[in-house]
Nanobody, 123 residues
Framework: QVQLVESGGGLVRAGGSLRLSCAAS????????VAWFRQAPGKEREFVAA????????YAADFVKGRFTISRDNAKNMASLQMNSLKPEDTAVYYC????????????????WGQGTQVIVSS
């Protein structure tokens, strides 16, 4: 497993942007698929976006397509989530997760999780 630490959350107005980062340490990060999930108060955790380790193929939930972009820099052991055109409904704790199996990650599983970073979007 890898250890993950998120950063970059904060308070932003609707229409603004934030860039979340996920720093990894431990085993070979480049061999792990990475995903972002989020959980709003009173709601279940939901998938946001993912990126494979082999081809760099990205996946995104419909509600963030065209607004959020996931990327990774294996040389720096980092993954990022660029969030543009933020909406109040994007308010949530955002979690970074990693697993050697992309399918497991896309299903909401994953061997490694960060502690989360809070994003608040004001109207």
């Amino acid at each position: 497993q890898v250890q993950l630490v998120e950063s970059g959350g904060g308070l932003v107005r609707a229409g603004g942007s934030l860039r979340l980062s996920c720093a990894a340490s431990g085993r070979t990060f480049s061999r792990y698929a990475v995903a972002w999930f989020r959980q709003a108060p009173g709601k279940e955790r939901e998938f946001v976006a993912a990126i494979s380790w082999r081809s760099g193929t990205t996946y995104a939930a419909d509600f963030v397509k065209g607004r959020f972009t996931i990327s990774r820099d294996n040389a720096k052991n980092m993954a990022s989530l660029q969030m543009n055109s933020l909406k109040p409904e994007d308010t949530a704790v955002y979690y970074c997760a990693a697993d050697s199996d992309l399918t497991t990650l896309l299903r909401g599983g994953g061997g490694s999780w960060g502690q989360g970073t809070q994003v608040i979007v004001s109207s």
